[in-house]
């Protein structure tokens, strides 16, 4: 799921490059000021989950389990703003930094 959500990522950037745009770090639901269920609230209510085959549980859990939401900024004039790890909730404890320098 990690390979997908990045390859999606680079691919996002690229069209952006394209037309002369920039794209943020991604950010996700849980994430340091953002919470799950403000999160995930916010992005199912802007979509057809059913059209793509998720759901999501009263807890805000995504069926099936191997799915991801995510958050990208789009725009002329995005300013670097650190690393993904920089907003997680594991990031004082996580062994898998090193992967995502």
């Not at 390979?3 to 394209?18: F, V, W």
């Not at 990031?91 to 090193?98: G, L, M």
Request: glycine letters at 6%; aromatic letters at 4%.
């Amino acid at each position: 799921m990690e390979a997908l959500a990045n390859a999606a990522c680079r691919r996002i950037e690229d069209e952006a490059k394209a037309v002369a745009l920039q794209t943020s770090i991604p950010l996700s639901p849980g994430m340091i000021g953002w919470p799950v269920e403000e999160g995930q609230a916010q992005i199912f209510n802007l979509l057809n989950a059913k059209e793509i085959g998720v759901c999501v549980t009263p807890a805000w859990v995504m069926l099936p389990r191997k799915s991801l939401s995510m958050v990208l900024g789009i725009g002329t004039r995005m300013v670097e703003a650190g690393k993904t790890c920089d907003y997680c909730t594991l990031r004082e404890t996580c062994r898998h930094q090193d992967h995502y320098a």
